[in-house]
């Protein structure tokens, strides 16, 4: 906590935790609203977590085959609607392009002109234009499987946003395969949410379930979608990764065929999946404190911020060099997760104290300061970010350098594991419905997220009792993968279930 | 050459060179038309090069200080507005979002609906959705200087468009500038233009011109542009990179002030520079030839590809275990300028010379084949892809692995030196207006191409000299950098001039 026993972050998270999500946004310089509706600016702190996820996932993506290519930005109308379930599922969100130019008009206005013979949409999400490529693509069974991925900003017209959580144009990866076979398409599905799940936890330190979503909740146009579902620190659920067996609706859709082994014409099985800038949403609420931005070292893009201290230009250039032969040795350490070592320094000219708070609302892994009586000691100041109580280490230099990847690996795994902690701590299994009604009913009216969290209940399949729950903002977030056959009575209408399912409110 | 003394690309350069380029890049399956007007699909192999291209220049805009960042795909129409020149530039090709939603009419048709208020335009560049953000980044001489990189996709509704060389959307990359002093930003500009003349050469293997454009070749609203200009196969020039110092003019138009040192409220100034996907349309008309693709090693989706052959399926196993020793050996040397060595197998099951050409014709820089009398021999039948008359050298196994850096150094210096040797020679300093117009004048109509290149020749620097000489179509492609002053007379019109300048055809 800063001097005056107030935290970095105003209001904490306890006080507001949607104006603490925004204002950790902002103090660690990471994104702002820009002047077009919904559209965000991503600053550098924010794009270099973005361009950090793309490298990791990237890695993992080619590691299981796929391979990058990129489709165009504009689908045309009568592409979009070639799905019936699919176009609904878009047309009263997207941003339409009618026309090819400007002109000015006979008061000297510029107005649109050159209108187009079909409308074209910006793309929401790429299956139809995409599909149009793989049917050209795709003849015998000897062209498959087809195993796609895109990394493209995609625009869906929302009504609310919030940075990074629900903007109208967003970055993402969109992976787009093609099968000869059901079982392989649904092989896929799995083994992507698989990818997602260990990217999440082992990458950006969020525990999550895996499972499948109810019907009501699938991908306009699948046959069935899968999610991973983290817990944000206000017992809430994030949506952070889906992934969709889409059959052969979209095959048909875009005349997607192949001849078969035993010479017959065949529609392709397809598949889809994605995750997007909102990972940065889960990041944020799932490590972050009431001062700031906490990062995972595999995500930063800074492992390490050396804070040189002196008082003359003489002190300056000792302090410096001193700073520059730890940066030369932790360079010799080598790479740490296929990065190299991230490690800055800050020798801006201001203000002691609001420089070390910068990094601290940063979020940067290891804060370093470095002064005179430091050197004298062979010793570092050093504060490790995921301490909540910001207390200060006195490492010798020597060891620090030593042990980093080690302390990095650390942190990383104190991250996960608090996260993972919380989230257990906070889900409940829970039979009885009165039980299960006041877990989710907030104790106090004006902090409607102060609530239990996640529950384990049962739920008889049937879209009545999900949308009645629906009223009370309880939602299913999905079925998990590894859900135990048990019988039960479902926790709203008391109707047999099968197996329980996670309810949570959700962003 | 092939079997029958045909080449695998049909026509050759000699024949029809547009064709032939368009056969390069189909044979190497790089990118296609889509069904959306103007719009590419960029298919893995090219793929892989861009996200090569963005790998090798990121590290350089960031070892110069620049950090990414994103921004809006949309401009409202106003904002592009606030400078006139630069609207001037975009109104006449640009993609224009006029609704947010789609309804069904009447009829049941699916229609645009939800008129903006305002239209948005698809970024055709983004100096002015930029300078919006940057205006309010900018307070003090002490937020200075700003610099931000920005890979992003654009749109140009141009009308005639060509794979790579010319598309309605484009992936580039767009740095945005902020300098506190005319010098400074100045000083931004040239350095970015070396930048990309460091990185055309040394990493593509492309040697290049860098220089000022003539006026009338500005980008629209910079005070001054300069550019790297290389020469294609084809004696044509291409623009391959732009570098602009936009003075106050952009810093007006989005109100960028500063308070200086000496409090004073000033304009900023600003700079933007761009490469884009145009590049690999460079590339390919660099370097290949006529039986298809040569890559440089250090933009090569692959460095190395095995062909393993065999009859049976014991000898299938030797010969894969043989390639996988060589293949860890390979990882063991490390990276190679920074990337993994990218060394695959390719054991499809296909027609061997079949197999073989594709590798020729995707141009990967070396190809292996490996059989069981290779194996007895410890010895690989190796082909660099550089070499013309696509020779087999037979290679110790191990000598092939330790010299394999210095190989695809070899390589990479081929490609370079035989594309500046080929520059050299088509490039003539003339002086006679009747040599001048000879040298460009193509000795068959049927093949405008062939003329005599690069002309190095005396501009009076009118704007009436330039537009007749465009009729012929000759144009000034820069005012070289390192031009000397020397006292000449205008080849067109003989007026005095102080230096010699690049006339050339030009893509």
């Given at each position: 906590m800063a001097k005056d026993n107030k935290t970095a972050i105003n209001p904490r998270r306890d006080e507001d935790y949607p104006i603490w999500y925004q204002e950790v946004i902002k103090a660690a310089d990471m994104a702002e609203n820009s002047d077009v509706r919904g559209c965000m600016v991503i600053k550098p702190w924010g794009y270099t977590i973005w361009e950090n996820i793309q490298k990791e996932l990237d890695d993992m993506f080619k590691a299981t085959g796929h391979k990058n290519a990129y489709f165009p930005l504009f689908i045309p109308l009568s592409y979009l609607q070639k799905e019936a379930d699919h176009v609904e599922g878009f047309a009263t969100e997207c941003a339409v392009v009618t026309h090819h130019k400007l002109t000015k008009n006979s008061e000297g206005t510029l107005v649109p002109d050159g209108e187009l013979d079909e409308p074209l949409i910006v793309?929401?999400?790429s299956e139809t234009i995409i599909g149009a490529t793989f049917s050209k693509w795709v003849n015998s069974y000897r062209d498959l499987p087809i195993l796609i991925n895109q990394w493209a900003n995609v625009v869906r017209w929302e009504r609310r946003t919030r940075l990074f959580?629900?903007?109208?144009e967003f970055l993402w990866q969109e992976g787009h395969t093609v099968h000869a076979t059901k079982e392989e398409a649904v092989d896929e599905t799995i083994k992507m949410l698989g990818v997602y799940r260990d990217f999440a936890e082992q990458v950006m330190a969020i525990p999550v379930i895996t499972g499948e979503k109810s019907e009501s909740e699938?991908?306009?146009?699948?046959v069935s979608t899968y999610s991973i579902e983290a817990m944000m620190q206000d017992r809430k659920a994030l949506q952070a990764g889906t992934s969709h067996f889409l059959g052969q609706k979209f095959a048909k859709a875009s005349n997607i065929k192949f001849q078969s082994k035993d010479m017959q014409e065949e529609y392709a099985w397809t598949t889809s999946w994605g995750v997007s800038t909102r990972l940065i949403g889960a990041l944020i609420m799932t490590h972050s404190d009431d001062n700031g931005l906490v990062l995972p070292p595999r995500i930063a893009p800074a492992h390490v911020v050396f804070l040189p201290i002196y008082k003359t230009d003489e002190e300056r250039d000792t302090v410096l060099a001193f700073i520059e032969e730890i940066r030369t040795e932790i360079r010799g350490l080598g790479r740490y997760h296929e990065r190299h070592i991230v490690a800055d320094v800050d020798d801006r000219d201001m203000r002691g104290g609001e420089k070390n708070w910068s990094w601290i609302k940063k979020g940067v892994p290891l804060k370093v300061e470095v002064g005179m009586r430091d050197i004298e000691k062979n010793s570092l100041a050093v504060l490790r970010r995921d301490n909540p109580e910001l207390k200060k280490d006195f490492i010798n230099r020597d060891e620090f350098v030593k042990n980093l990847h080690a302390t990095l690996d650390d942190i990383q795994k104190t991250l996960f594991d608090r996260a993972k902690a919380f989230r257990d701590e906070n889900t409940r299994t829970i039979d009885d419905k009165d039980e299960f009604e006041a877990y989710f009913t907030p104790e106090n009216k004006d902090k409607p997220e102060i609530h239990g969290g996640f529950a384990l209940s049962h739920w008889c399949g049937s879209v009545q009792c999900e949308d009645e729950l629906k009223d009370l903002?309880?939602?299913?977030?999905n079925i998990p993968l590894d859900a135990k056959e048990e019988a039960g009575k479902c926790i709203h209408c008391g109707a047999p279930s099968k197996r329980r399912v996670v309810f949570a409110k959700a962003y």
């Open positions: 793309r929401p999400t959580l629900r903007t109208a699938r991908f306009p146009g699948a903002k309880i939602t299913i977030r």
